[in-house]
């Protein structure tokens, strides 16, 4: 008996976008709908299973490779599928979401990749979801241009050959779309929306173009997850007719869970493995996350003081060199996230020279390339990266065997001097209430002191006030940080604001909303796994 046609799908309590029609095509939905109706279970399963792990790990206060998967591990023979022309060469990506002027510049800004965000440069506006799909599909059919309505400054793409090759990310699995339902009203989870109708559109038409679909996988905890995902591509090829192995994913190593399952996850996908990325923000969360009641030795300093040469990071990012190029796959680095003052060139003097360090760092340790947040560091990355590849499209046959990572290496947090000060919990407040109050009103991607932040700085800013508060944390004058104290600091912040832009732009703004949000996902006793489940509940749009 064949399997019953799917519900279809209804979108509720969206307004009408320009142009919608063309991405909630009839076909596109029923897609998804199928998308849904087979996958959704199994992703449910696995949230309850990302619940009973880290109930384990709050009991163990430990982590190590799993003993029931040593088989692949040991197992020499198994390589992932070789990457196609289009993605052989990424020593420079640039990341950044899909409104219209970024789609332009970051398919012109000379990196070899663009990431095009659904995910945490993105705030999941049913304008940003949507009018996000749009933008790609007319970019691929060259129908994109952009006129600045400040400056008056127009965008127009180069030609097809110089234009970055675009790596999709969508949501996690743990976020819901709230705007696209069932018939029994339950959403579709965000990731099957964002994947479904980026996939149904473009599939054809970018091997049309030479290039394929590919994609960023956010967030994933097991190679149980990527096993999900690498089902979900098997249907969606065969739903289209394309060949097996077109769809190509890029893994991120973001999770400190993900970190011992390394091998695992790219063996699940290996028919549609293109590599693994360091994900360094998210990766802190997840220590936090995780290990937040394991004790004082697991209580990280000052985000900015944990640098990749911390030994628990150097553990982290040379295992996922080793093993990539062990497997015949893509070692993708870390972010730079300095965004060029035009004001002052000092500033940039001394943002310039840390990015150059850390891409000549990445470069000599095996990675084949690596991230930028805007135009400007392409060229300092890229020249990090040509210094040491030359002619050649990436490193993977240096096999880094050198390397020697024991699971008590990767969470050796107690391996770093630095301790948390009073400064790093007042840059905690001060970016979770700024980045928080953008994301309410639709921008995932905020510059803020010259870095661009994502949801990802706001999750550790936040994690870090619940642990050091939770962890009885004493600072070097003797102050214990204390809900009082956070409170204080935020009210200080929010005042500083109000000072700084105006009374009019202040009320104009979510700056109450955010301040409360933070002190919420802060100070409550049961943490929240993801300050972007209670943010979305507040979203308009």
């Avoid at 659904?118 to 933008?135: C, I, K, M, R, Y």
């Avoid at 004082?296 to 080793?322: G, I, Q, S």
């Avoid at 060029?340 to 760092?361: I, L, M, Q």
């Avoid at 994502?454 to 999750?459: L, M, Q, V, Y």
Wanted: contains cysteine.
């Amino acid at each position: 008996m064949s399997a019953p046609a799917p519900s279809p799908l209804a979108i509720v309590d969206a307004e009408s976008l320009p142009r919608q029609e063309e991405v909630l095509t009839d076909a596109a939905l029923a897609f998804v709908a199928e998308l849904h109706r087979r996958f959704t279970p199994r992703r449910d399963e696995l949230l309850t299973r990302r619940a009973e792990r880290r109930a384990e790990i709050a009991r163990t206060s430990t982590l190590d490779f799993l003993p029931e998967t040593a088989a692949i591990r040991a197992d020499d023979s198994w390589k992932v599928a070789p990457a196609p022309a289009a993605l052989n060469d990424r020593r420079v990506e640039i990341t950044g979401p899909t409104d219209r002027k970024m789609t332009i510049n970051a398919l012109n800004s000379g990196a070899r990749v663009w990431l095009a965000d659904f995910e945490d440069a993105s705030a999941p506006t049913w304008e940003n979801v949507v009018l996000g799909q749009l933008n790609l599909i007319d970019a691929y059919t060259r129908n994109i241009d952009f006129t600045d309505e400040r400056t008056g400054k127009s965008y127009a793409l180069r030609p097809n050959e110089e234009l970055a090759t675009v790596v999709m990310r969508p949501r996690g699995w743990h976020l819901n779309e709230r705007h696209l339902v069932d018939a029994d009203g339950t959403p579709v989870p965000g990731a099957l929306v964002d994947f479904g109708l980026y996939f149904f559109h473009n599939a054809q038409r970018l091997l049309d173009l030479g290039k394929g679909p590919y994609f960023y996988l956010p967030k994933t905890e097991s190679h149980l997850e990527a096993r999900l995902w690498n089902e979900v591509f098997v249907f969606a090829q065969d739903y289209v007719g394309i060949p097996q192995g077109t769809i190509r994913a890029t893994v991120l190593i973001e999770t400190i869970t993900a970190a011992y399952e390394m091998e695992e996850i790219l063996y699940e996908l290996r028919d549609h493995a293109a590599g693994l990325n360091a994900g360094r923000w998210d990766y802190l969360f997840s220590i936090v996350k995780n290990f937040r009641d394991g004790g004082a030795k697991f209580v990280l300093p000052d985000r900015n003081a944990v640098t990749m040469t911390a030994p628990f990071m150097r553990a982290y990012t040379e295992l996922l060199v080793r093993t990539c190029h062990k497997r015949g796959a893509h070692a993708i680095g870390g972010m730079a996230a300095f965004i060029p003052s035009r004001k002052d060139p000092e500033v940039n003097k001394v943002a310039f020279e840390k990015v150059r360090a850390d891409k000549d760092r990445e470069a000599n340790d095996g990675f084949d390339g690596s991230w930028v947040a805007h135009p400007d560091l392409v060229p300092i990355a890229m020249e990090s990266f040509d210094k040491v590849l030359g002619d050649k499209p990436n490193q993977k046959d240096r096999l880094r065997e050198d390397v020697r990572v024991e699971a008590a290496d990767l969470i050796a947090i107690d391996s770093l001097d630095a301790k948390p000060t009073y400064e790093g919990l007042v840059n905690a407040v001060q970016v979770g209430i700024r980045y928080i109050e953008a994301w309410l009103r639709g921008l995932g991607a905020v510059a803020i002191f010259n870095l661009m932040e994502d949801a990802a700085t706001a999750e550790i800013s936040r994690s870090q006030i619940w642990q050091w508060i939770n962890a009885g944390v004493e600072f070097d004058n003797g102050e214990k940080v204390t809900p009082e104290l956070a409170r204080k600091v935020a009210a200080e912040e929010l005042d500083a604001i109000r000072e700084e832009i105006g009374a009019e732009a202040f009320a104009a703004g979510h700056w109450q909303e955010a301040h409360d949000l933070l002190l919420q996902v802060s100070l409550d006793e049961d943490y929240a796994d993801f300050l972007t489940l209670p943010a979305y509940e507040r979203l308009r749009g």
